[in-house]
C-alpha cells in the first residue's frame, strides 16, 4: 500500500479518546504505511496519546482543538458556530490534501453538514448517503442505504443512491453485476408511498442497472440482493433493529445457569459473523473525499474497522468511480 494518510476526529463518539487513541495505535501497528491526522482537546487527548505511545510517533501528526461537536449540538450550530472542533479540522485537513480519507464518530447530522459545506458533493449528487454492509446468509455481503444522512428523500435521491449503492458493490465488493432492490413494505408493484413506486419505474429504465424490484424487511439477510435502497429513516430503524438482535443472540452466555452459558457459546461460535463491530463504519458516499462515520457506541476494535474500511475506499478510489459513474449514466431522462 503506498502512503495513506487519515484524519481522525479523536472526540466523536459516546467514549472518545479511551476508543479512538488505542485504535489508532493499532491501525498504525497493521499498516505499515499509514500516516494518521488526530485531531481533539489537549487535555483529553494528550493522556491516551502518551499511555499509546503515540506522541512522538513519527506516522502520527497531532493537532490540538478547542472545541468539541457533540450529540445535543444541531447540525446548524455546529456547522455555524463550532469551527475549531475536532470533526470540522479533520475534515478541513481531508479538504485541503492533507489526508485521503477522514473518520469520525461524531453526531451524524453535524458530520453530514460540515462534510458537505467543507468536503462538498461531487457533481450529480444532491446528498451523500450512509451506505454499511450486512451479512447474508451465504456468508456474502450486502450494502445498505441510507441508513441515516437523509429522513426523508425523494424519488431523485432514491435512484442517486440506488446508482452509488451499485458503484460500490462493483468496486468494493467485487460484484460484477449486483442486485438493486428497493426495500419496500411489500412485493408487490402497488406497495410503498409514491416516491419509492417512482423510484422503481425510473430504476427498470436504467439498462446498466441490475434492478430486481422491492424488498420486504424479512429478506434483508437472505442473500436475494447485494445493493439495499431505502431512505435514510427506515435503513436506519432496519440496521439498529438488526444490530440490537445480533446482540441479544450474542450476549445470551451472559445469563446466570449452565444451559444459558453453554447456548451462549454455541451461539458466539455459529453467528460471530454477525456481530455489529465487525461492520462498524458506514461511509458517507458521494463526497468528492472518503469521510468514514463510525458508531457512537463503537469499542475500539469496531473504531479500528472503521479505519480499516476508509483505508480500503481509499485504496479503491472509490469518489472518482462515483464521479465516473455521474459523467457516464445520465441514460434516464430525469437524471442530472
Not at 448517503?129 to 451479512?135: V, W
Not at 424488498?215 to 429513516?233: H, K, M, R, S, Y
Not at 474500511?309 to 485504496?315: K, P
Amino acid at each position: 500500500m503506498p502512503q495513506l494518510t487519515v484524519a481522525l476526529d479523536m472526540m466523536g463518539g459516546d467514549f472518545g479518546p479511551p476508543v479512538t487513541v488505542p485504535a489508532a495505535a493499532q491501525a498504525l501497528s497493521l499498516l505499515p504505511d499509514l500516516h494518521l491526522h488526530v485531531f481533539g482537546s489537549r487535555a483529553a487527548l494528550l493522556p491516551w496519546l502518551e499511555r499509546c505511545n503515540l506522541t512522538a510517533h513519527q506516522r502520527v501528526r497531532v493537532h490540538y482543538c478547542t472545541q468539541q461537536v457533540t450529540n445535543e449540538h444541531k447540525a446548524g450550530f455546529a456547522l455555524r458556530h463550532l469551527p475549531d472542533s475536532s470533526m470540522c479540522q479533520a475534515l478541513n485537513a481531508l479538504a485541503s490534501g492533507q489526508a485521503q480519507a477522514c473518520v469520525s464518530g461524531g453526531n451524524t447530522g453535524a458530520l453530514m453538514a460540515m462534510a458537505i459545506n467543507v468536503v462538498q458533493t461531487l457533481p450529480g449528487v444532491d446528498r451523500p448517503a450512509l451506505i454499511t454492509r450486512l451479512p447474508q446468509a451465504d456468508g456474502s455481503h450486502a450494502l445498505l442505504l441510507d441508513v441515516g444522512a437523509n429522513v426523508c428523500c425523494d424519488t431523485e435521491q432514491l435512484v442517486q443512491f440506488a446508482l452509488m449503492g451499485d458503484a460500490v458493490a462493483r468496486h468494493v465488493l467485487s460484484q460484477q453485476k449486483p442486485r438493486v432492490m428497493l426495500l419496500n413494505v411489500g412485493a408487490e408493484s402497488n406497495k410503498g408511498y409514491e416516491a419509492v413506486r417512482q423510484a422503481a419505474r425510473r430504476l427498470k429504465a436504467l439498462p446498466a442497472l441490475n434492478y430486481q424490484g422491492y424488498i420486504e424487511g424479512n429478506d434483508l439477510f437472505a442473500g436475494t440482493a447485494e445493493v439495499i435502497v431505502c431512505d435514510g429513516f427506515v435503513g436506519n430503524v432496519a440496521l439498529k433493529t438488526s444490530e440490537g438482535v445480533a446482540r441479544l443472540l450474542l450476549g445470551a452466555g451472559k445469563k446466570r445457569g449452565f444451559w444459558w452459558r453453554l447456548l451462549g457459546t454455541w451461539l458466539k461460535r455459529r453467528l460471530s459473523h454477525l456481530n455489529p463491530d465487525q461492520y462498524n463504519g458506514a461511509s458517507l458516499i458521494g463526497l468528492r473525499s472518503s469521510v468514514v462515520k463510525s458508531h457512537g457506541s463503537a469499542g475500539s476494535p469496531a473504531f479500528l474497522n472503521a479505519i480499516l474500511q476508509a483505508v480500503a475506499e481509499t485504496e479503491h478510489q472509490l469518489p472518482a468511480k462515483i464521479a465516473h459513474l455521474f459523467d457516464t449514466a445520465p441514460q434516464d431522462s430525469h437524471a442530472r
